[in-house]
């Protein structure tokens, strides 16, 4: 299984980012894939997660209502799109799979697969 995270960048306070995550080597229907964020010297925290087969989605308090997760079936590819960013969501961003029918599924030692990260720097 490989997870492919990409589309991070520097962008100012207010603004909008596009990450995407391609996923091969296995079906993914019995996921959820989820993004993660880290930032220096801050443990890892849960962004939000998808059911890769219903579209069911879970987003942390701190991004609900700017933050919108998707995923395109046909594409393998997951999305995270950002809006109205913030200083304090610069952070490396990391794409997740976890074996589960649910959402909400925050504890990263959960999941199964993990992309490698992608930075996201917003300055103010």
């Known amino acids: 299984v490989q997870l492919q995270a990409s589309g991070g960048g520097l962008v100012q306070a207010g603004g909008s980012l596009r990450l995407s995550c391609a996923a091969s080597?296995?079906?993914?229907?019995?996921?959820?894939m989820g993004w993660f964020r880290q930032a220096p010297g801050k443990e890892r925290e849960f962004v939000a997660d998808?059911?890769?087969?219903?579209?069911?989605?879970y987003y942390a308090d701190s991004v609900k209502g700017r933050f919108t997760i998707s995923r395109d079936k046909a594409k393998n590819t997951l999305y995270l799109q950002m809006n109205s960013l913030k200083p304090e969501d610069t952070a490396v961003y990391s794409c997740a799979a976890v074996y589960s029918w649910l959402v909400g599924v925050r504890a990263p030692e959960r999941y199964d697969y993990w992309g490698q990260g992608t930075l996201v720097t917003v300055s103010s």
């Open positions: 998808i059911r890769w087969s219903g579209g069911n989605t």
């Open positions: 080597g296995r079906t993914f229907s019995s996921y959820t």
